[in-house]
Every structure is written in C-alpha cells, then in structure tokens.
T-cell receptor, first 119, second 109 residues
C-alpha cells in the first residue's frame, strides 16, 4: 500500500512568514509523529498524536509551533513567524499502535520529509 | 538526562564486515531500533531488539545487551549501496523513541 506522504517536498520562505507542512500517514495507522532534523544531526521529536488522545506536545520548541490532526488521519504542522533557525527537514512518521502504552514493535514508518529553508 | 551515543562516522571496504555500536542511558527501556537513512531520504526501518541477544536478518544483524546498555548493528558483505547513516533509537519508559545522532558509514571500493 501507499506509504507516508508529505507536502511540499521543499519550502523556501522569508523570515517572519507562516508555513504549513502536511502529512498523510499510512491508512489505518493510529499514531503520527513529527520530527525535525537539522543537517548532520539526529532526529528531534516535536509532537505525537495517538488516536483520539490529547497529543504529546512536549517536543515543540516554542509556541510558534503547533500541529493538528484532523479526523485521525492527515496532520498539519504550522510554524508561525518563521526564524532562520527553523530551517531543517521536517519528517513525519506513522505507526500502528493499538494503545497508548504497548510493549510491541510499534515500528515507525517515515515520509520523505519537507525541507524548509527560511531566508 | 537521556543519551544515545554512536560514532559519528565510519569507513569500511566493499565486501568487508562492519560493526556500528550504540550505547544508551535512558529512563527505562522498551526496545531498541536501528534505521538506515540514505542522504536526502527518510529513515527506513532495519531491526528491532527488545530481548538480549542477536537478531539476524540477511546481511544485517543486530545485537542487544540490556545490562550493558549496548547494541550493535553488524553489516556483512558490504555493498556500495550500504553507504548511508545508521540511526539507533531507544523506546523509553514512556514508550517514546529517543534518537541517536546517527553514524555515517562510508563504503570504499
């Protein structure tokens, strides 16, 4: 079946502008994650959605960052008043996770990412 | 704090064997993942270990020692296409993944 898709693949914006990044998870996956990856760095967790539970926003770096997930499927990550330090690749992943806490593989499958450049 | 340590970069020769180590200090442990990430691409799942021992999957094997907070990824019969970054990630007590910075593996002919 289709994998995780993200759009746009590349986004160049000016400092101070707002941007929206979209993620379509694998159909049937209950969990959705957003990560940020700067050049040559590891993955930085941003936010996690699981079913109808309240999202885990513990990784969001500032209140300029927000995300929503509509209908338990598509998610949008919004960055307001972008700064140059927001430049990175934003990766979305989804997994099939039956419960909030489950001792299972819970493998995350990643989308191709959105490369954000803030000038 | 929580920490995942991996070598930044390794070089190996085509056809050889390479071992990429990962040590971790996390609040709890509920499994360890290895992912492969080619330059400019998304990470792809390679292996998962939750019990001590070796998991073999074709040319790739992954080992875990929970008492030592240690894992390694073993790649045999290296091919040029194995040039990539290899990411180690640990699922902590909250079932969240903590990611290492990755090891860039360079394969030379």
């Amino acid at each position: 079946g289709a994998g995780v898709s993200q759009s746009p693949s590349n986004k160049v914006t000016e400092k101070g502008k707002d941007v929206e990044l979209r993620c379509d998870p694998i159909s049937g996956h209950t969990a959705l994650y957003w990560y940020r990856q700067s050049l040559g760095q590891g993955l930085e967790f941003l936010i996690y959605f699981q079913g109808n539970s309240a999202p885990d926003k513990s990784g969001l770096p500032s209140d300029r960052f927000s995300a929503e997930r509509t209908g338990g499927s598509v998610s949008t990550l919004t960055i307001q008043r972008t700064q140059q330090e927001d430049s990175a690749v934003y990766l979305c992943a989804s997994s099939f996770r039956r419960t909030l806490r489950r001792a299972s593989t819970d493998t995350q499958y990643f989308g191709p990412g959105t490369r954000l450049t803030v000038l | 704090g929580q920490n995942i340590d991996q070598p930044t970069e390794m070089t190996a020769t085509e056809g050889a064997i390479v071992q990429i180590n990962c040590t971790y200090q996390t609040s709890g442990f509920n499994g360890l993942f290895w992912y492969q990430q080619h330059a400019g691409e998304a990470p792809t799942f390679l292996s998962y270990n939750v019990l001590d021992g070796l998991e073999e999957k074709g040319r790739f094997s992954s080992f875990l020692s929970r008492s030592k907070g240690y894992s390694y990824l073993l790649l045999k019969e290296l091919q040029m296409k194995d040039s990539a970054s290899y990411l180690c990630a640990v699922k902590d007590s909250n079932y969240q993944l903590i990611w290492g910075a990755g090891t860039k593996l360079i394969i030379k002919p």
